[in-house]
């Protein structure tokens, strides 16, 4: 079996329609059987998740599909199962899905799967539940390689301020164990002052002036989302007299998660080091491909893809994990960056 095919198994499709799909995966998503699409996401507070979903949306409407609203949980992770009850009553047939709490959504695939209704995970994979498809970037690697480029600006010594995400979600469990499993074990040396911030920028920005004023010997920080915590941090950096450009002494390292239109900006500007991106298009094409195979039938089984990825069963689920690229001042006006293609 090639590397093509070996990335899903057929259930009982006809001839043609499984030729269309083979034909699909090796070029992109193909043209499926049109039908309605919901998309429920936990949260809209940042430009990289209303992106998101916009483009979702978009990408659902060029491939002949009907789409529903988009139903925002509002970071309510009790309103994100009763929006997938609302959506199916709706007449959703597969789901596209960004979590609010990886173990609170369960419930809500389950619900799905009793009705026939497909969903495919992207950005946030859930802890269990039923789940044609997880797409995501492999988070615990974006934390690993912000690892290697704090050490490598510490010259592997000093202090770090880790600034987490919300732990109850997969994506801020793997992002932080990346990152400090990366420092325990190949950087003792180096101090991690580690911080929940729950996704808030509140709160991310109160704990930055919290540290950066109580640690004079402060050499970097780590922000797992720059969509989020980026404009407080360089506000209290600049509010503290320690907002010095990239390469002038006292310049205090800095590396996010997300690879927004803002972080791409700063670090053109000198003040920010640089951002492990979110390759959120590659997020909507294979989770809209994945979906439209579910719904027709389909299911994936692990093995590796012929779009430079990997599928690997996790918790259950089939979890597709997407490269993501490290954007410093060399390359942030690369055109395949997400954050380069957006518009105003």
Wanted: hydrophobic share 45%; aromatic share 6%; proline share 6%.
């Amino acid at each position: 079996m090639t590397d093509t095919v070996r990335c899903f198994v057929s259930r009982a499709l006809p001839v043609g329609l499984a030729a269309g799909m083979v034909f699909g995966l090796a070029s992109g998503p193909a043209q499926a059987q049109s039908f309605t699409m919901g998309y429920s996401t936990g949260f809209l507070q940042d430009p990289f998740q209303v992106i998101q979903a916009d483009k979702a949306i978009a990408a659902g409407k060029a491939a002949g599909l009907k789409t529903l609203p988009v139903a925002n949980a509002a970071n309510d992770a009790g309103k994100q199962i009763t929006d997938f009850h609302n959506l199916i009553s709706e007449g959703a047939q597969g789901i596209m899905l960004v979590a609010r709490d990886s173990d609170a959504i369960v419930p809500a695939l389950k619900f799905a799967e009793t009705k026939n209704v497909p969903v495919v995970a992207i950005d946030m994979g859930p802890a269990g539940g039923k789940a044609a498809m997880v797409v995501r970037a492999d988070n615990i690697r974006m934390g690993a390689d912000a690892c290697g480029l704090v050490a490598k600006a510490l010259g592997d010594k000093g202090v770090v301020l880790s600034l987490m995400g919300d732990q109850a979600t997969l994506n801020g469990r793997d992002r932080t164990n990346g990152f400090a499993d990366c420092m325990k074990k190949d950087h003792p040396n180096i101090r991690v002052i580690a911080q929940p911030t729950y996704w808030q920028a509140e709160k991310a920005t109160a704990i930055a002036q919290t540290i950066v004023t109580s640690t004079p010997d402060l050499g970097a920080i780590y922000m797992q989302s720059d969509a989020v915590m980026l404009p407080g941090v360089l506000n209290v950096l600049k509010s503290a007299g320690k907002l010095k450009k990239v390469g002038e002494p006292g310049h205090i390292f800095t590396v996010s998660i997300d690879g927004t239109p803002y972080a791409h900006q700063k670090i053109r500007e000198d003040v920010h080091d640089a951002a492990v991106s979110q390759p959120m298009t590659l997020y909507v094409k294979w989770g809209l491909y994945y979906l439209q195979g579910a719904v027709a039938g389909k299911s994936f089984a692990p093995g590796p893809t012929d779009h430079d990825s990997r599928i690997e069963m996790f918790n259950g689920n089939p979890m597709d994990l997407l490269p993501a690229p490290t954007v410093t001042k060399a390359n942030v006006d690369d055109p395949n960056l997400w954050a380069n293609g957006v518009k105003g």
